[in-house]
């Protein structure tokens, strides 16, 4: 099982990034999938989960500024989080994150850097 994580970068305030990340090795179509952010030094946390297609929660921080989306397609699924209006504070280490069968996957994490 793999979640190969992709995108991130350098955007300057009010700009925007694309994270995707692909899920395979197993069928995670029936799961829900998110993406976590964590700062040096502190907790990583959670700021949007898709639970289907027509499903989503975004912490406070990022709604209405970020929109998360998934592909379920037969053998990898996608999980993408399209960042607008970005905000220094916004600068973070990015995970994209699966949980099947009592087990936490996690992808390698991209780093997102915001300039003011």
């Known amino acids: 099982v793999q979640l190969q994580a992709s995108g991130g970068g350098l955007a300057q305030a009010g700009g925007f990034l694309v994270l995707s990340c692909a899920a395979s090795?197993?069928?995670?179509?029936?799961?829900?999938l998110a993406w976590y952010r964590q700062a040096p030094g502190k907790q990583r946390e959670l700021i949007a989960r898709t639970f289907s297609i027509e499903t989503a929660w975004y912490d406070d921080s990022v709604k209405g500024r970020f929109t998360i989306s998934r592909d379920n397609a037969k053998n990898t699924v996608t999980v993408s989080l399209q960042m607008n209006s970005l905000k220094p504070e916004d600068t973070d280490v990015y995970y994209c994150h699966a949980y099947k069968n009592g087990v936490d996957y996690w992808g390698q994490g991209t780093l997102v850097t915001v300039s003011s």
């Open positions: 090795g197993t069928d995670f179509s029936s799961n829900a």
